[in-house]
């Protein structure tokens, strides 16, 4: 039955919308987490550990974090490879190009693939720089995220990076958003206006939280 599900189209929409759902409250926290620099190294740096810490006693040190690592990662590949095969599907559907092409989605909608893969490389890069370190500017210090995350926006590219990420990652919300409360048989016609309202509220308010943080370090609020 499984099988069977994850062979339609149908099947594969699920998917993407529950993946999505889940990388969506995911987000609503880690933006919220992020805010936290704007507090101080003390504070943001508690938060870095307590992430660590949570469900002790019952939970061995990091395992929780872990455990969240392990979702995250199986909704993203489940998302990406759902996406990929839902788009392979459509191309084969319609091998040849409409003679006259009136693009009448939005600008998410057209650009979402593109997005997709914005996003997917900078989730790369973003853990190689702040998590491991591998990639990470001006010496990587473990245990010291506030004064990791002021090295990478100290530098031009680590903006560039990251702004054009959330930007990527806005548009994906706004429109995915809104599609997965259609999969999911949230919406309705007489839904669908307060649908899209909060799909770009959500949008927004992501997108301005997660570059709230570059900017403070670029014009020194955070230092």
Known sequence: MARTVWDSSVGKKTVMAVSGVIMLLYLVAHVIGNLKIFFGPDEFNHYGHWLRTVGEPFMHYEWTLWL?????????VAHATSAYQLSRRD????PTRYVHSKPRASYATRTMRWGGVILG???????????????????????????NVVD???TWY?????????????????????????TLGVGSR??????????NVLALLLTAGFIAVPVGVMTGVVS
């Open 158 to 182: 680590g903006n560039v990076i990251y702004i054009v990420a959330m930007l990527a990652l806005g548009l994906h919300i706004r429109h995915g958003f809104w599609s997965a409360a259609q």
């Open 152 to 154: 990478t926006f100290s």
């Open 190 to 199: 007489a839904r669908d206006r307060a649908l899209k309202t909060v799909a």
């Open 68 to 76: 969240i690592r392990v979702v995250l990662v199986v909704a993203v």
């Open 91 to 94: 191309l084969k559907a319609r």
């Open 121 to 147: 490389l900078f989730i790369v890069w973003h853990v190689l720089d702040l998590t491991t370190g591998t990639v990470h500017s001006g010496g990587f210090q473990e245990g010291h995220p506030y004064q």
